[in-house]
């Protein structure tokens, strides 16, 4: 039975961090809300009674009876399943704390443009985003990114893959998140990418994988725009 | 060997949701930066070299060998150790997903006090924390909690727990969550709180358990404070 994956439709967004596994191990699956009345049975699900796994949001992922929701509990599931993570239990919990730390970093990039209220529009929100947008680039960015590199760069089985010697879900993470960040801030990524250069051939070596090579030219891998997680506003870029 | 947890001295904070599984476990383990020196060796080991799993930001765990970083990726680990979990995979995945909502709640509670930068004091961002207060307390906290409202009464097995016909580390997540709010916003969650009685309850009997009464009463608990995720500032309350 193929894994139903249900995201908003038209969006990457965080539905993108599911795909991307899903897409690198060849697996049988089916995004729902880009079918025919999909978004409908998205909608009904999440109001599903009897059952404590009724998603607060998506993403969420059904395999056969079980309800899976958010991102990093998504690709927990899958990842022994399509051999994207180490089979070791403490390698599969450190695999989960950087998907965590990823988690927090995909909200704050949200918030850059939202740091107000959700249920606001972003230009209803303007001068409190160009206020947070600039903190997050001279302080959050930095500080993530950061960080991220120094785990690479310290990997003692090499600095091609986070964690260990093989690829891991983490991985085809932050791939999404140099390419989602590149599209939303270019100047400040410009600037700044000469500090990550272990993440940025993590980021290559992603994007140079068959699979992955296939997926980005289908029709299947969505554009960024505007309704996402990573959106593009000049305004909000580095100025210089 | 006893657990050694890591997080800020002088807070409940984050950290909190793991001593209440510990504490309700009644486990073996240190609260080490409460210990003489115990800030500085958490702050040496998040510098420490070689180590996919040098965290992010406290809290953290350590376990003999492993380090495991993020309070839903410590209750994950701990839940089956401690018997605050089911131990079927598809309860324990729900279970986890439940915890990241909570995860995600927090962070937005979080930031009503600083909705623009985690490096400037609440007092530099005052009118933008004034209206996402308001959405927070109009959108976000009837959004979040009638949700776990939902869930607890539609569980199958009686809305004693969150999941299954047993205490886990969930339902100690949201006493905490609720003393949390009642701290914060005490005016508008006693207008608010008659829409949940079905969490009142569970919070009630998470506070009568034994372990839990005995731990409360100890100088273990700490106080909330102008420090913490949950502050007190009586102008981002409800003002009537």
Redesign the interface.
């Known amino acids: 039975m193929p894994y139903k994956l249900y995201y908003w439709d038209g969006i990457p967004g965080r539905g993108e961090f599911v795909r991307l596994a899903l897409e690198e191990a060849g697996a049988d699956y089916l995004d729902i809300a880009r079918q025919p009345g999909g978004t409908n049975e998205m909608l009904k699900l999440m109001k599903m ?8 949001a998506p993403p969420f992922l059904i395999d056969g ?6 991102v ?2 998504i690709l ?2 899958l990842g022994p399943r399509l051999g994207l993570v180490a089979e070791d239990e ?1 390698l599969r ?6 998907q ?2 990823i ?2 970093f995909v ?1 704050e990039i949200h ?1 850059t443009h939202h ?6 529009y972003y230009e209803d ?1 303007k001068p ?1 985003a160009l ?2 947008s600039a ?1 997050f680039l001279s ?2 960015l930095p500080k ?1 990114l950061g ?1 991220f590199e ?2 690479l760069t ?3 089985r090499g600095p091609e893959h ?3 010697d093989r690829l891991s879900y983490v991985d085809l993470s932050l791939f999404q998140v140099i390419e989602g960040l590149r599209y939303a801030f270019p100047k400040a990524m410009d600037a700044y990418e000469t500090n990550i250069p272990g993440l940025v051939a993590l980021h290559d070596a992603v994007r140079a994988r068959p699979r992955i090579l296939s997926y980005l030219a289908s029709e299947r891998r969505l554009a960024f725009n505007e309704s996402c997680v990573f959106r593009h506003y000049p305004e909000l870029d580095r100025q210089s």
Chains 1, 2 share one sequence.
């Open positions: 009674p009897g059952e404590a796994a009724a998603p607060f009876d079980l309800v899976i929701s958010h990093a509990n927990f599931y403490g919990t450190i695999t989960n704390g950087l965590l730390t988690t927090d909200a918030d740091p107000v209220a959700l249920s606001l929100q409190e206020r947070r903190d302080e959050r993530f960080y120094r785990v310290q990997n003692p986070m964690v260990g």
